[in-house]
C-alpha cells in the first residue's frame, strides 16, 4: 500500500516542545517527498502519546495511523521523530494491522471507543443497581459499574479492576460489585445493560463527551464492524 499524504495530529507536554518536534517531523516528511495535506490523508502521524491517537481516532476513525513519540506514558508508540521512522514508510517497510473497537448504543445514539466504555455511579454514597444481560446470562447487581474494554484496553482500567488482561474479544468487569462477580470475556455478541436504580456518568475513551444513564434507560455495548488501523514498522 503505496502513502504519500500524510497528516500530523499532535499533542504535547508543553506548546514550545510540540511545536519543535512537529516542524522536525514535518521536515523529515518533504525530505523524503511526503506531501503533507489538511484532509483526506493516506495515513495520519500522531506525536503525542495514546491520548492523542484515541483523539486522532474519532476525528478521523479508519484512517491508518502511525503513533510517534511524544509522550511519556504512550504504550502504543511504535517509533520516534527520526528519519528512520519516515524511510520505513517511505520504502513501504511497514504493515498495517486492525485493531478492534467498541460499539456504544443509547437513545439512537452511537459512539465508538477503541480502549474502554465506563459506566459509574454518579453520587460515590450510593451503589448503582443494574441488570446485565450477554447471552442466555442475566446477571442483577449493585456495585459501582462497569467497565468494558477492548484487548488493547484491557491493560488499563479494565485490569486495575480484574487483575488480568486479554488477546482478543471484549471484556466485561464488575466494578466493586458486592458479591464476586467473574469478569466475562466474550468474542461475539451484545451486553446489554440497564440500570434499575439510581444514576451513572458514561463516559469512552479520553472523549470530553458524557451522557447520564439512569433507571429504565438502556445499554448495548459491542465490537464495532469497523477497526481501527495502526502502523507497525518493520
Do not use: W
Not at 481516532?57 to 511519556?72: D, T
Not at 498495517?96 to 466504555?117: E, T, Y
Not at 444481560?133 to 485490569?159: C, L, N
Not at 487483575?163 to 446489554?192: D, H, M, Q, V
Request: hydrophobic share 40%.
Amino acid at each position: 500500500m503505496g502513502l504519500q499524504k500524510a497528516q500530523i495530529v499532535s499533542r504535547g507536554e508543553t506548546e514550545e516542545h510540540l511545536a519543535e518536534k512537529s516542524q522536525e517531523l514535518k521536515t523529515l516528511l518533504k525530505e523524503q517527498g511526503f506531501l503533507i495535506v489538511s484532509k483526506n490523508p493516506d495515513f495520519i502521524i500522531t506525536l503525542g502519546g495514546d491520548g492523542t491517537f484515541l483523539f486522532a481516532e474519532r476525528k478521523y476513525p479508519g484512517v491508518p495511523k502511525l503513533i510517534l513519540k511524544n509522550s511519556k506514558i504512550c504504550r502504543l508508540c511504535r517509533g520516534d521523530v527520526d528519519t528512520r521512522s519516515i524511510q520505513k514508510i517511505k520504502k513501504g517497510d511497514f504493515d498495517i494491522c486492525p485493531i478492534d473497537k467498541i460499539k456504544l448504543c443509547f437513545k439512537k445514539n452511537i459512539f465508538f471507543a477503541v480502549n474502554d466504555v465506563t459506566v459509574r455511579n454518579i453520587n460515590q454514597r450510593e451503589a448503582l443497581r443494574f441488570v446485565l444481560q450477554y447471552a442466555d446470562r442475566k446477571i442483577e447487581v449493585i456495585g459501582d459499574g462497569m467497565v468494558f474494554a477492548t484487548a488493547q484496553g484491557s491493560t488499563g482500567y479494565f485490569e486495575s479492576i480484574t487483575r488480568i488482561n486479554f488477546a482478543e474479544g471484549l471484556g466485561a468487569a464488575f466494578n466493586n460489585s458486592t458479591k464476586k462477580i467473574e469478569p466475562i470475556i466474550a468474542k461475539e455478541g451484545i451486553f446489554k445493560m440497564q440500570v434499575t436504580r439510581s444514576r451513572a456518568l458514561v463516559t469512552f475513551d479520553n472523549s470530553p463527551r458524557s451522557f447520564i444513564f439512569k433507571a429504565g434507560d438502556n445499554l448495548e455495548i459491542s465490537l464495532a464492524e469497523k477497526k481501527a488501523s495502526i502502523i507497525f514498522l518493520r
